[in-house]
């Protein structure tokens, strides 16, 4: 069993910085790829961004890429969302998932949700 619980959303300006954290309880966290999806009011959930069980591999929705970064850190069980240049169109809610398998960009194959954290952009 993982936990996951997100935390670093909030309100921010068009062209501003956040960096999202999701702590992870458990022992296994390093053998969980992990990733990252949001979803906008009336819209469904959408992928962001994965990263393998070891950091060596990661993989980004168009919209973010070369706006967001994913990492981990297993020692300390979290890994992190670096969003940069935000725009109007990242507001949503942010959840963080595990997966025991391999990461995917489908969030029907994770295993594991946290409850979310808000991200709001300002225009």
């Known amino acids: 069993q993982v936990q996951l619980v997100e935390s670093g959303g909030g309100l921010v300006q068009a062209g501003g910085s956040l960096r999202l954290s999701c702590a992870a309880s458990?022992?296994?966290?390093?053998?969980?790829?992990m990733g990252w999806f949001r979803q906008a009011p009336g819209k469904e959930r959408e992928f962001v961004a994965h990263?393998?069980?070891?950091?060596?591999?990661?993989y980004y929705a168009d919209s973010v890429k070369g706006r967001f970064t994913i990492s981990r850190d297993n020692a300390k069980n979290t890994v992190y969302l670096q969003m940069n240049s935000l725009k109007p169109d990242d507001t949503a809610v942010y959840y963080c998932?595990?997966?025991?398998?391999?990461?995917?960009?489908?969030?029907?194959?994770?295993?594991?949700w946290g409850q979310g954290t808000q991200v709001t952009v300002s225009s």
């Open positions: 990263i393998s069980w070891s950091g060596g591999s990661t």
């Open positions: 458990g022992r296994t966290f390093s053998s969980y790829a």
């Open positions: 998932a595990a997966r025991r398998s391999g990461s995917s960009s489908k969030g029907t194959f994770y295993d594991y």
